[in-house]
């Protein structure tokens, strides 16, 4: 596609509940990251795709996030158990081969609210 | 620890001013350095990418340089208007392939 897509833009979960985003990077890029921005502040890094390769989820906050790329496309970050702490919005990238020439393409984000 | 610092946090301006907003870097061997803007409930929209060999870039009234040594970065917004009211982001990329970003700096241009 021309542009990182991310679904759902809003998200609403009660204490408790899982929550699945996902992200539709554009086409060809084989880099993949999630971002996590919480209000007034820039963005985390969570973890990063190679294509299917989780090659870093040291940013992932604790073992209730879970995030996969199985056929090194569309990606899916999920969370377990969601707690208030959770609320902010996730934010997905991608990028052309790594060779640190690229820039990143960030998608709009999914505004999660966990109540 | 690699930090990325933007100063000020925020800053109101007159339409038809320049200005100039800054990041600064704890460490100075890095991969590039991306400008962002961001709007209220919006993705990231890149600006401006400078790679650790170039000393600036240019994309129409948007300047951004680069001084590696000094670790900092500033963008200069040419005859201000009031769309160019948004958040704006610094984020570098060092060893790790991930960006780390500043808190950015909230504009508010001023019919």
């Known amino acids: 596609g021309a542009g990182v897509s991310q679904s759902p833009r809003y998200k609403v979960a009660k204490r408790g509940q899982d929550v699945a985003l996902r992200c539709d990077p554009i086409?060809?890029?084989?880099?993949l990251f999630w971002y996590q921005q919480a209000l007034g502040q820039g963005p985390e890094f969570l973890t990063y795709f190679q294509n299917e390769a989780q090659l870093d989820k040291s940013g992932l906050p604790s073992d209730r996030f879970f995030a996969e790329r199985p056929e090194g496309s569309v990606s899916t970050l999920k969370i377990q158990r969601t707690q208030q702490e959770d609320s902010a919005v996730y934010l997905c990238?991608?990028?052309?081969?790594?060779?640190?020439?690229?820039?990143?393409?960030f998608g709009s984000g999914t505004r999660l609210t966990v109540v | 620890k690699q930090e990325v610092t933007q100063i000020p946090a925020a800053l109101s301006v007159p339409e038809g001013e320049n200005l100039v907003l800054n990041c600064s870097f704890t460490d100075s061997a890095i991969y590039n350095l991306q400008w962002f803007r961001q709007d209220p409930g919006k993705g990231l929209t890149s600006l401006l990418l400078i790679q650790s060999s170039q000393r600036e870039q240019t994309s129409g009234r948007l300047n951004a340089s680069l001084d590696k040594s000094s670790g900092r970065s500033t963008l200069y917004i040419a005859a201000s208007q009031p769309g160019d009211s948004a958040t704006y982001l610094c984020?570098?990329?060092?060893?790790?392939?991930?960006?780390?970003f500043g808190s950015g700096t909230r504009l508010q241009v001023q019919p």
């Open positions: 086409s060809g890029h084989v880099s």
């Open positions: 984020a570098v990329r060092w060893g790790r392939r991930a960006l780390t």
């Open positions: 990238a991608s990028s052309r081969p790594d060779r640190g020439h690229y820039g990143y393409t």
